[in-house]
């Protein structure tokens, strides 16, 4: 599979890439200054469908040269994962632009 086809077939949410490994979800680029680290910390089921009940968000730096403990700019929990995204977009935006 080519590069290009393999991008094509990424979920975007608002024009960034989401990537979900287990129960994090990567919200962005590492090509970027910054990603956004989403991890499901709590679920449950509603109507049978598993739902996300507690999430907690961290904007990243991507810098390779930036200590791993310093990499966090910003962080907050949410109770679910509409508002974890909600919140992740804006940070993401404002973290992008602001160059």
Avoid: F
């Amino acid at each position: 599979m080519s590069t290009s086809s393999k991008k094509k077939d990424l979920l975007e949410y608002k024009g960034h890439p989401l990537m979900r490994k287990e129960n994090i979800i990567y919200y962005g680029s590492m090509s970027d200054s910054h990603i956004i680290m989403m991890q499901i910390l709590e679920s449950g089921e509603v109507k049978g469908m598993p739902v996300a009940k507690r999430v907690s968000v961290q904007l990243q730096q991507t810098a390779p040269n930036v200590r791993v403990r310093d990499r966090i700019v910003k962080k907050t929990e949410k109770d679910s994962l509409w508002a974890a995204m909600d919140i992740a977009s804006i940070w993401l935006g404002r973290a992008l632009h602001t160059k």
